[in-house]
Each structure stands twice: as structure tokens, then as C-alpha cells.
């Protein structure tokens, strides 16, 4: 793996705006933009706290807050939960299927639903912000669909690295939220990294205050990367 020097990243430091994740909190970020970025570039730069959103690669740098740490599941140990595999069985209907990204109306539309009932309305419902933000790679990507009688209920967008799978970000029909589509996702990309013989999952960053993030820490064991940049085991099987 070729790490990538932080001081050759032309890194610039980001508005303070809203915290996403914590409610009367400001957040900041640092990025760079990167239209072109190896695998194993990108896997050193997760491995630093980056992550990527579209082309730009970004960590947050919050004044005083460290609460975003980046999160990953080495494969080999992990074994589901009793409600995890609940989860499987709620969704033995569901056909999924991998390949090269691609939008289409009805991923757009899909999109649209989910941002309306998840989201507080910060996000960009426009068709070109969409493209940009889940179909625009600087990197390999992947994308697993997820369909019951051919109607798509969610999708998944991964990035493939050297030894990892990275998810970038998850939609899905708000209708189907009784199946636990997110969390039958996570179980679907750690297989897929079984499948192709990759030791770990990056799930992105894990917020402990953060009830939308609860269900990446119930997927175990699961390590942290500390403030050191070291991955470290906080949650055994």
C-alpha cells in the first residue's frame, strides 16, 4: 500500500455550518479535491480519517470535537447478532445483485423519497447533485442493487480497495423501512467482501450520540481508529 503524504494534499479547511449528526453543534471539515485516486491511495487516506463525498476527500476538524471516528469490521471475525439474522430472514425475497454504478430516473426518485424521510432537508434533491454526489467516482466503485419483483428497493454504493470494501452511502424506500434495509445492506457488503476474499468493511464514521449511527456498532467486532491513526479493537463478537 502507497501512502499518500498529507503535506503533498492541497487541503483547505471548510465553512463551519451545522453539525449533521449532533443537534446544537457547529462541525468543520478539511478537504481536497481529487478527480483521480488510486485504490490504495484512497485506502491510506481512509486509514487517516478521510473519507470521500462525489471527487472531494474530507475528515472532519471540529473545533474541540472529536466525535466522528471512522469505523471498520475485519471480516473474518465477524459473526451476525440473533437480530441481525432476523434481518436475513425478513428479506429472503430480496434479490440483490452488484455491478458498475449507474443512475437512472428510478434510482433519482428512490434518492429523493429516502433524503425526504431521513434527512432534515440540508441535502440536494437536484438530479445533477445526485449524480455528482453517488455516480461521479474518482476511484473504483461498485454499486449493489437491491430488488424485490424487479421494483428497486434500495441501493448501495461501494468503493473497492486493495483490501477493503468502503461503503460510500445507502438508499432505500422508506415504504421498506420494516425490513431494516440498512442493516440488511451492512450484512450483504460484508458478505460481498467475504466473496472476494477482502478483510475488512469500512463503514465511514460512527457518532456514539448519534442515534442514526447506533446500527454501525451493533455490527461486531468493530474497531476505531484512534487518535493516533491506529485501528484499535473496541467491541468484541
Not at 460510500?168 to 466473496?195: A, K, M, N, Q, T
Not at 465511514?204 to 491513526?229: E, I, T
Amino acid at each position: 500500500m502507497r501512502a499518500v503524504p498529507l503535506t503533498q494534499l492541497p487541503l483547505r479547511r471548510g465553512p463551519v455550518h451545522a453539525c449533521p449528526y449532533l443537534p446544537g453543534r457547529t462541525a468543520v471539515n478539511e478537504y481536497t479535491f481529487a478527480p483521480l485516486l488510486p485504490p490504495q491511495d484512497y485506502l491510506a487516506l481512509m486509514d487517516r480519517g478521510f473519507r470521500r463525498s462525489g471527487e472531494f476527500v474530507y475528515r472532519p476538524v471540529c473545533d474541540g470535537c472529536r466525535e466522528c471516528v471512522p469505523i471498520r469490521v475485519p471480516v473474518a471475525r465477524f459473526t451476525p447478532s440473533r437480530s441481525q439474522r432476523r434481518v436475513l430472514r425478513r428479506n429472503t425475497d430480496v434479490r440483490v445483485a452488484w455491478g458498475t454504478p449507474e443512475p437512472s430516473t428510478a434510482k433519482y426518485e428512490l434518492f429523493v423519497r429516502y433524503l425526504r424521510h431521513q434527512h432534515d432537508g440540508s441535502m440536494s434533491e437536484e438530479r445533477e447533485d445526485f449524480e455528482d454526489f453517488l455516480y461521479k467516482s474518482p476511484t473504483q466503485s461498485l454499486e449493489m442493487t437491491y430488488t424485490v419483483l424487479d421494483r428497486i428497493i434500495a441501493v448501495g454504493i461501494l468503493d473497492l480497495c486493495p483490501t477493503a470494501i468502503s461503503s460510500v452511502y445507502f438508499y432505500f424506500d422508506p415504504d421498506e423501512s420494516w425490513r431494516s434495509p440498512g442493516v440488511f445492506g451492512g450484512l450483504c457488503e460484508i458478505e460481498e467482501c467475504r466473496r472476494r476474499a477482502l478483510p475488512y468493511w469500512y463503514l465511514g464514521f460512527y457518532v456514539n450520540d448519534c442515534a442514526r449511527m447506533n446500527y454501525k456498532a451493533a455490527f461486531r467486532p468493530h474497531q476505531l481508529l484512534d487518535s493516533s491513526m491506529q485501528w484499535v479493537d473496541r467491541c468484541s463478537a
